[in-house]
């Protein structure tokens, strides 16, 4: 399993200024310079070692150009503007606080598709008896089940031959033909809560209730917003949509995240806890 992404030990009482980012080695020094016959002042950041220009934006610096441009540093941060901590982290073999975000996150689903399930806090309480040895994970309200329905279409025509029996009538003999076609759609069929304990998933709602046991999920398909489960022993595919009304709490070592619960998320609680179980 890999380590929590962890930022690096950056020595104390340093400035981004004092290191390049990009060749490690030079010192980032102030250059001014005139433009338009010396009426607008242009002030640039560029290493006294390898010329990385860095051009200042508000509170942040933008890797302007570099003379190397298979410098790791610029693929992948070049033109973008950072703040000046954040390329204090990429000198010393950190990233950008994006990148950050993103490398936590990832280890965060890891975690949970491991079985590393952490408490969540998000209000609300279950209206369901626990079993034994059952706990709470979370619970999510104003959660839309949808299902899919047939629906069949007809339509019909006259054929054969038409006869005028007055000035601009018409009359069609012949015989009435009919066809069907079918197709699918996915249709709400109640609203309620989804509460996710370490053996069941469960939908209460006003006219139905699902209970699943975790063991039985076959396959889950995650979206931002829902998800479709399928459950052994039921053909159709149930489809539980909203869940991303709720924020949960990422935290990796000190650095915690608020991001909107998503079928990817679900999807890894629900892998995780399968493997616990087993």
Excluded at 68 to 85: A, C, H, I, M, T
Excluded at 115 to 127: L, T, V, Y
Excluded at 234 to 253: A, D, H
């Amino acid at each position: 399993m890999n380590n929590a992404p962890s930022k690096p030990d950056i020595p104390k009482n340093v400035l981004w200024t004092d290191r390049c980012p990009v060749c490690k080695t030079g010192k980032i020094e102030n250059i001014k310079r005139k433009k338009l016959f010396g009426l607008i002042a242009v002030e640039n950041m560029v290493c006294n070692k390898c010329g990385a220009i860095f051009v200042k934006s508000g509170e942040k610096y933008k890797l302007a150009a570099v003379s190397d441009k298979s410098n790791p540093v610029w693929q992948e941060y070049g033109r973008q503007s950072l703040l000046p901590g954040e390329w204090k982290n990429i000198t010393y073999g950190g990233m950008s606080n994006a990148k950050q975000m993103e490398a936590d996150i990832e280890y965060y689903l890891e975690q949970l598709k491991e079985g590393n399930i952490p408490s969540f806090d998000i209000s609300g309480n279950p209206d369901i008896i626990l079993k034994r040895n059952e706990n709470f994970i979370l619970n999510i309200d104003y959660v839309s089940l949808r299902e899919p329905r047939a629906v069949r279409i007809t339509k019909g025509g006259y054929g054969g031959p038409s006869f005028r029996v007055a000035k601009g009538v018409y009359f069609r003999l012949g015989a009435f033909n009919a066809q069907s076609e079918s197709h699918e759609e996915i249709r709400t069929i109640d609203s309620g809560t989804l509460t996710l304990t370490n053996k069941r998933l469960i939908f209460s709602g006003n006219k139905r209730t699902v209970s699943m046991d975790i063991r039985k999920i076959l396959s889950v398909h995650p979206y931002r917003d829902a998800v479709a489960i399928r459950k052994e022993g039921r053909e159709k595919i149930q489809y539980f949509t909203g869940i991303n009304r709720v924020n949960i709490k990422i935290q990796v070592e000190n650095r915690i995240y608020y991001e909107p619960l998503s079928g990817l998320v679900l999807m890894y609680l629900i892998e995780g806890l399968a493997k616990q179980i087993e």
